[in-house]
T-cell receptor
Framework: AQSVTQLDSHVSVSEGTPVLLRCNYS??????LFWYVQHPNKGLQLLLK??????LVKGINGFEAEFKKSETSFHLTKPSAHMSDAAEYFC????????????FGSGTQLTVLP | DTGVSQNPRHKITKRGQNVTFRCDPI?????LYWYRQTLGQGPEFLTY????????KSRLLSDRFSAERPKGSFSTLEIQRTEQGDSAMYLC??????????FGQGTRLTVV
């Protein structure tokens, strides 16, 4: 069985400061990992994905994430937050052994303060 | 727009009524998924199709729920005898067999 734990339900940062959204996963297989972002009244947008290639993954809008197998983590970072980054972020695991394909974390609401 | 399209975007219905939602996937995608998202939670898997075959259904999908993808293109999700607990955002996603999923904007259902 696969699962995802997002360690913070809410994160607040000031504009221009770094962002760290934490995610730990559990999977019986070598997983694929994703971060999706959801803005209010918008659909889920893929930010980045890890699929067993480079462990440091770069995504859109300056976000990146590092896959650490020893820590079963896939934390999302950005060097400098922008007001437009305020949204809900979901860490997602895809297990090739499961036909469900995607298991979502409970989400982290990012607030960016001016 | 070549993304995943869902209709309607919003639906308000009275308890006990039936509702049907439609999802049009990205045209070359052979996998189609339905998820449900309640307030403050991440999306939860409901069911998925590969072409026209419904290959898996979650235990969340009670017998009041039925999904179809008759020609392997668009899909419908019907909820019969709606209950207030069915109020949620219903998300559709599509993918290639080994691709990542693209999501639609969802249908927000409110049961009053």
């Amino acid at each position: 069985a696969q699962s995802v734990t997002q360690l913070d339900s809410h994160v607040s940062v000031s504009e221009g400061t770094p962002v760290l959204l934490r995610c730990n996963y559990s999977s019986s297989y070598s997983p694929s990992l994703f971060w999706y972002v959801q803005h209010p009244n918008k659909g889920l947008q893929l930010l980045l994905k890890y699929t067993s290639a480079a462990t440091l993954v770069k995504g859109i809008n300056g976000f990146e994430a590092e896959f650490k197998k020893s820590e079963t983590s896939f934390h999302l970072t950005k060097p400098s937050a922008h007001m437009s980054d305020a949204a809900e972020y979901f860490c997602v695991v895809s297990d090739p052994g499961s036909a469900r394909q995607l298991t979502f974390g409970s989400g982290t609401q990012l607030t960016v303060l001016p | 727009d070549t993304g995943v399209s869902q209709n309607p975007r919003h639906k308000i219905t009275k308890r006990g009524q039936n509702v049907t939602f439609r999802c049009d996937p990205i045209s070359e995608h052979n996998r189609l998924y339905w998820y449900r998202q309640t307030l403050g939670q991440g999306p939860e898997f409901l069911t998925y199709f590969q072409n026209e075959a419904q290959l898996e259904k979650s235990r969340l999908l009670s017998d009041r729920f039925s999904a179809e993808r008759p020609k392997g293109s668009f899909s419908t999700l019907e909820i019969q005898r709606t209950e207030q607990g069915d109020s949620a955002m219903y998300l559709c996603a599509s993918s290639l067999v080994r691709g990542w999923a693209f999501f639609g904007q969802g249908t927000r259902l409110t049961v009053v």
